[in-house]
């Protein structure tokens, strides 16, 4: 199984910026999705989740109402749109994926079975 996370870079502040995670080997994540962040010097954090059909999703306070993940499982791929981005957002993206749904949101990073390789966000002020 392999994940495979891009669409980081360098942007302003205010700006957006589209994470892609495409998964390969993994016919479907029967699990969640999810998106983890990693500022220098600090522990990995959870962004968000969605299930399994993409009807439900849950995020982080520090995110909710300015980034949006969704999945298309037909291109095996789970996104995460980010705008009104800060310089507070400035980390490596981590996306995950669970073989199993565990019946509560997949805020912890035990909770999920694979990691992609992370992609790096940096937001200038």
């Known amino acids: 199984v392999q994940l495979q996370a891009s669409g980081g870079g360098l942007v302003q502040s205010g700006d957006s910026l589209r994470l892609s995670c495409a998964w390969s080997g993994l016919t479907i994540s029967r699990g969640e999705m999810g998106w983890f962040r990693q500022a220098p010097g600090k522990e990995r954090e959870f962004v968000a989740t969605i299930s399994r059909s993409g009807g439900s999703t849950y995020y982080a306070d520090s995110v909710k109402g300015r980034f949006t993940i969704s999945r298309d499982n037909a291109k095996n791929t789970v996104y995460l749109q980010m705008r009104s981005l800060k310089p507070e957002d400035t980390a490596i993206y981590y996306c995950?994926?669970?073989?199993?749904?565990?019946?509560?949101?997949?805020?912890?990073?035990?909770?999920?079975?694979?990691w992609g390789q992370g992609t790096q966000v940096t937001v200038s002020s």
């Open positions: 995950a994926a669970q073989t199993q749904p565990t019946g509560v949101p997949g805020t912890d990073p035990t909770m999920y079975d694979y």
